[in-house]
């Protein structure tokens, strides 16, 4: 039985403002749009001040930040650059075995800009990457409520690009 995502909420977690104002203006389109499809949640944390701070320590600090916002039963996806690389229908049927494994909350995390802690990982229940190339971890947002909008497009059976 396909499930169109009411049943899983979906958490977008990311670190810091988006600054632009074309990507708050699209990501708003893409996030009114999900309505009809899904219960999806953005939130958008404060950044961890980075002044003076290693990368390791700056990961270690922007993970305790992450992980206080995680319960012990959310499935968590990191994107990060080593994660696993989906098609748009890929991405879908991912989605669907997700909401049909029953688990109430996915957990969608954007980390900072030198990736995640080594609890972050061990946390985590997998990693996709959108692509080998290098996104800005404010456009990446945008995208990610696209596909979001896409995969949920797809699962409902209404027309997909050139189908």
Known sequence: MIQFGFFLKIVILTLGKTSAAYLREG????????????RVEYK???????????????KEREGEVLMKQLKSDDVVLLLDENGEHFSSRGFAEMLQRRMNSGAKQLVLI?????????AMYARANGKISFSKMTYSHEM??????????????????ESYHHD
């Not at 990501?27 to 899904?38: F, G, I, P, W």
């Not at 954007?110 to 080594?118: M, N, T, V, W």
């Open 27 to 38: 990501m708003s389109v893409y996030q009114e749009r999900l309505k009809h499809y899904a």
């Open 44 to 58: 958008e944390l404060p950044d961890v001040p980075a002044k003076g701070l290693t990368a390791e320590v700056l």
């Open 110 to 118: 954007i980390g900072g800009a030198f990736g995640f802690s080594d």
């Open 140 to 157: 990446i947002r945008l995208l990610l409520l696209e596909q979001l909008y896409r995969a949920h497009t797809i699962l409902k059976g």
